[in-house]
């Protein structure tokens, strides 16, 4: 990964496939949503309003709103 340095943020990442990684909850957060981390599944959720976004680190799944989408 090659770190690239975002105003105001420590920095993201450029993964293998030439992909910009971006911190969740910095989005989120810019975005007016709440985000939790649940450190032991490793997993994300993201809230705003009445969308709820489920998915856990390096699985190529989400669930939002209970309904799952694979992610590529």
């Known amino acids: 990964c090659k770190t690239i340095q975002m105003p105001g943020e420590p920095g993201s990442f450029t993964n293998d496939d030439g992909r910009t990684m971006v911190p969740i909850r910095f989005v989120a957060d810019q975005l007016g949503a709440e985000t939790d981390w649940e450190n032991s599944t490793r997993t994300v959720t993201v809230k705003k309003d009445n969308k709820h976004i489920h ?13 799952e989408h694979d992610l590529d």
Not at 57 to 66: H, P
Request: net charge positive; glycine share 16%.
């Open 55 to 67: 998915f856990r680190v390096g699985e190529k799944k989400a669930t939002v709103n209970g309904i």
